[in-house]
């Protein structure tokens, strides 16, 4: 009976333990889920295709790449075949927890195409089928009875959470839940200390409802990277200058400000009309580099990446090319979900 108990309180204290890692931790590998002819990037297949690619060698440089594809085509050091709807990784992939034994929780969030906007039920199904055919590594641990998106959340490795009041709380993801009882099932499932809600700056085209990734990144350091908008007549302005107020008025867990760095808002782009949410802050963080968006917009892009860097000191700052991904309202982390240490098993071979 004693023994029973022991065990049990054991478990306690090493389910306490787990953590989501911040993005600039050691990783294992990233994810992408390779475009086909059968979803939205039809009309540009070839040029999204070299996008990816291009992202692909970036990657490889530093660490291994698993890419899902809906046949049998090969694209990286990892490859694995399942039929898809789409491409965004970030927001259909596992959201890992680790603890200090380098022990892996897998949890598996229910993806319903940003609130039932676009088709979801394949790419709702990846994470299960990786794990079963051994891709991935860890405790499988089923969170479909509750919507979230990894584009939704940031980390700082120590037990706080950034998210937007704009997503979390928009229609067809997890209602009738109050604000209260989502803030206490994150705290819960994702073992947080606490929750940051942001309620400003939602970008103008962007179908997640304001996705964190998109407008807030947490950096090494007690750092902010976020974007700014310095133009009163952008009509994004008004948001934006609220939600630097917030960024302002935050603290650390112990009581400090944040340290915060603004981006500059790359140039209106449009798409027969409408405008796309382009970002700088959908950057992503690599074992020694950052792979950054950029526009096409040599200053900007320039003055961007130099933001990043004095982020990450001692890291490679790589810029790629994202006007294709724009086009279809993502851009560069949106493409990919990276892995923490002992989770992609880089031997897996179909």
């Known amino acids: 009976m004693m023994s029973g108990i022991f065990l049990y309180l054991c ?7 787990f953590r989501l890692p911040a993005e600039w931790e050691p990783q ?30 970036a990657i490889e440089r530093y660490e291994p790449v698993l890419t899902v594809n809906a046949d049998h085509s090969r694209h990286s050091s990892v490859n694995y075949q399942c039929p898809t709807n789409d491409t965004w990784a970030r927001d259909h992939g596992f959201i890992t927890l680790t603890d200090e034994g380098g022990g892996v929780r897998l949890l598996d969030f229910r993806f319903n195409g940003w609130g039932d906007k676009f088709p979801a039920e394949l ?12 891709v991935v590594r860890g405790e499988y641990v089923s969170q479909l009875d509750f919507v979230l ?28 839940m109050t604000h209260q009882q989502i803030e206490e099932h994150l705290k819960q499932v994702l073992c947080a200390e ?46 934006l200058q609220l939600m630097e107020q917030e ?9 400090r400000p944040y340290r915060l760095l ?16 382009a970002t700088y802050a959908n950057f992503l963080i690599i074992n020694g580099a950052v792979l950054c968006p ?19 000191p001692g890291r490679d700052i790589i810029g790629i090319d994202c006007r294709s991904v724009i086009r279809q309202h993502g851009s560069l982390h949106c493409c990919t979900m990276q892995f923490p240490l002992n989770v992609l098993n880089t031997d897996f071979s179909e």
């Not at 790419?123 to 051994?134: C, E, M, P, V, W």
């Not at 603004?262 to 949410?277: N, S, V």
């Open 11 to 17: 478990h306690m204290i090493q389910k306490e333990r």
């Open 28 to 57: 294992s590998g990233v994810q992408l889920t390779w475009p086909h002819a059968e979803t939205d990037w039809a009309p540009m297949l070839d040029e999204i295709t070299a996008t990816y690619r291009e992202m692909v060698e």
């Open 123 to 134: 790419d709702n199904a990846i994470n299960r089928r990786l794990y079963d055919d051994g």
């Open 149 to 176: 998106e990894g584009g939704s959340i940031e980390s700082d490795g120590r037990g706080t959470i950034f998210t937007t009041t704009g997503c979390l709380m928009a229609p067809h993801r997890n209602q009738p």
């Open 194 to 239: 606490r929750i940051v809600w942001i309620d400003h700056g939602q970008l103008t085209g962007d179908d997640t409802d304001g996705h964190i990734d998109t407008l807030v990144r947490i950096c090494p350091d007690d750092t902010l990277l976020y974007i700014g908008c310095d133009d009163p007549d952008d009509e994004q302005y008004a948001e």
């Open 247 to 255: 960024l302002q008025a935050l603290r650390t867990l112990d009581g």
């Open 262 to 277: 603004k981006l500059p808002m790359p140039k209106a782009i449009f798409d027969e009309g409408e405008r796309l949410p």
């Open 294 to 312: 950029t526009y096409d917009q040599p200053d900007l892009d320039s003055e961007a990446l130099c933001i990043i860097g004095e982020a990450f």
